[in-house]
């Protein structure tokens, strides 16, 4: 019966790793390293649709909030109440985007306004 010797590793084993340490970093080249992963704001902003300008006034018909995005995960700048009048200047996707009084940029649902 032939014996085995407990302590050397297989080949297999050695493999397994020799390859978990370079996915881990160890030694490795730039060609073999894995791209980043887009932060979520990034993937977000890429997932956006352009923004079509229009200029016009729409009455409120829900209270909403005034996001930094025309994401509901994004920052909230502000919140509006239902039956005031906002000067919307673009539409993207199923947001209305507003030029707010500070200068800045915000965007609402559409399905808040008439």
Known sequence: ???SDSSKPSRPLALIAMFGALAM???VTSSLAASPSPSPAAASTAAAPAVKPINKRFLLSKSTAIYAAPDE????????RA???VDVVGLSGK??????????????PATAAE
Not at 73 to 80: D, F, I, Q, R, T
């Open 1 to 3: 019966m032939p014996r």
């Open 95 to 108: 947001w209305l985007q507003l030029k707010l009084r500070n200068g800045k940029t915000g965007y609402i």
């Open 73 to 80: 995960s994004s920052a909230v700048l502000e919140h509006v």
């Open 25 to 27: 970093g160890a030694g």
């Open 83 to 85: 039956g005031i009048h």
